[in-house]
């Protein structure tokens, strides 16, 4: 068991971790959401310009990060074989998960990790010793591994801040630690909340004081052994990070939103012809007395001029006056940048281009050609869930643990989590190739089951009830009849004049 010196220092420790990546995290949804400020802009150009497009973004970021989540759901869990009949252990863990709402919390949590990198599921027991489990935003939630093995939590932090005040809760093996310190002149790793760099720091220990809870004795023991949180990463890289899919988006979102800032202030201030008047001088305006008689004159203002689309060059005495013009400006060369950088964010991203691009090259692809420009994003996928399945099986294993199963548990911990969870298809295909793919699936033997699970993505329950509906049209005659029979059998007011099924 640690001390309360041991596990404060790990609350120093990993908040500092986790105020590191709070900037980044924050910056990436910022983009997702498409809060993006212009980029690549001369200090001129935004002297004059950056407020009028302030708001503006052609956000790229959100398609990308939202399309692979798209394909991401969990459908079922599976510990036998997949011909196996569901075990009542299934069925149980199936049970907590929908209980939890867990389809609804894991596509924000697939979406937060596909944005920034990663996410983290919190389990826990409420008081009915059931499984308690909510999806932690990434800003909010770090994870400590041993050295030597990267799979085996030490520790993980959750924080958040209310009001004036700022709470941590730790979680290790044995016990869980809470505290609470207040937001005011904090400062942790030689920042303040706001980012501000400064000396010094808040109180010793980093300011954090006990957080007492009524009928909890502190610290609170963790009768689950191990820590309760799980991070699901997306595609981390060997002894490296794992990887958001919209961080290398970004730059090109930067360039893209540049080029349709300069095409509308193109389309501003050139979209029209502009007229030039050589050899005369600028128009003056009168200037007027209290009774309207003209006293003198002053020069137009350069900008009314300019504003419309007039410029006036004087010449030498005695030349004569003379208007030219300068044809609108051609936008569409910005068009031409731009068409190809969102080609470039789909290659990068493995992004279907349809889901980018509305011209010809989109138009009119078949079914096949849709499979194909569908495989990059699916092979992406298949990756992410490689990655994600880890996950899904310890979460599932804290489940069982809080309802006193360790043998569930360990049951779950040795399955092969590529079969484990179970997933609905990543591949989106017309309904004549699923039915296709289907009648072969059954022709070389595979369970009814099976093809339904792993061809039409349905879940178990929704399994058991076709069967049932398959059980009760072969107990009925009348509903193994042909069409064209049933159609003899009933009468000319359409009444069925059958007695079968009576």
Not at 28 to 53: I, M, N
Not at 359 to 374: P, Y
Not at 409 to 427: E, M, P, V, Y
Not at 485 to 501: F, I, L, P, Q
Request: charged share 25%; glycine share 8%.
């Amino acid at each position: 068991m640690a001390t309360a010196k041991e596990a404060l220092a790990w609350v120093d420790k990993l908040h500092s971790v986790l105020s590191k990546r709070k900037l980044e995290i924050e910056k990436a949804f910022e983009y997702f959401e498409g809060d993006q400020p212009l980029a690549y802009a001369s200090p001129q150009w935004k002297q004059f310009h950056a407020d009028r497009y302030k708001g503006f973004s052609d956000n790229w970021c959100g398609v990308v990060g939202r399309v692979p989540v798209d394909r991401q759901e969990i459908i079922g869990f599976r510990l036998g074989t997949p011909t196996d009949v569901v075990t009542d252990d299934e069925k149980q863990l199936w049970a907590d998960w929908n209980r939890n709402e867990l389809g609804a919390q894991s596509n924000q949590g697939f979406l937060s990790s596909t944005i920034a990198k990663r996410s983290a599921v919190l389990v826990w027991g409420d008081d009915n010793d059931e499984p308690e489990v909510t999806w932690e935003h990434p800003s909010q939630v770090v994870v400590a591994y041993a050295p030597a093995n990267q799979r085996v939590r030490l520790a993980a932090l959750k924080v958040w801040t209310e009001a004036d005040v700022q709470y941590a809760t730790l979680y290790l093996p044995n016990e869980v630690w809470k505290w609470q310190r207040g937001t005011f002149g904090m400062v942790t790793n030689g920042r303040t909340e706001g980012g501000l760099y400064v000396a010094g720091d808040y109180a010793g220990g980093g300011g954090w004081v006990p957080r007492e809870v009524v009928n909890e004795v502190w610290p609170l023991p963790n009768p689950l052994g191990v820590v309760p949180i799980v991070e699901w990463t997306n595609r981390p890289m060997l002894g490296g990070e794992p990887i958001s899919d919209i961080q290398g988006t970004m730059a090109m979102q930067d360039a893209i939103n540049m080029l349709w800032a300069y095409l509308f202030t193109a389309a501003d201030h050139a979209s029209m012809p502009a007229r030039v008047v050589l050899g005369a001088e600028p128009p003056k305006i009168p200037i007027l007395d209290e009774q309207g008689q003209i006293i003198g004159s002053k020069p137009a203002k350069l900008e009314d001029l300019a504003n419309g689309r007039l410029l006036f060059l004087p010449g030498a005495a005695g030349n004569k006056a003379t208007i030219d013009q300068w044809d609108a400006a051609k936008l569409d060369v910005f068009t031409g940048v731009v068409k190809p950088a969102i080609g470039h964010v789909a290659a990068q991203t493995s992004t279907p281009g349809y889901y980018l691009l509305t011209n010809e090259a989109f138009a009119n692809l078949n079914g096949d050609a849709l499979t194909a420009a569908d495989v990059p994003l699916v092979d992406k996928v298949n990756n992410q869930r490689l990655h994600f399945n880890p996950a899904s099986k310890e979460t599932a294993a804290l489940m069982a643990l809080v309802r006193g199963r360790k043998d569930l548990a360990a049951s779950i911990r040795a399955s092969d989590g590529n079969r484990f969870t179970q997933w609905k298809n990543a591949a989106m295909h017309s309904p004549s190739q699923i039915a296709d793919a289907a009648t072969k699936d059954k022709s070389i033997g595979m369970s009814l089951r099976t093809v339904l699970e792993r061809r039409y993505g349905m879940t178990e329950p929704e399994i058991d009830r076709e069967f049932d509906r398959i059980r009760a049209e072969q107990a009925d005659p009348f509903a193994l009849l042909d069409v064209g029979t049933r159609a003899a059998m009933k009468g000319t007011n359409g009444a069925d004049t059958s007695t079968a099924g009576a």
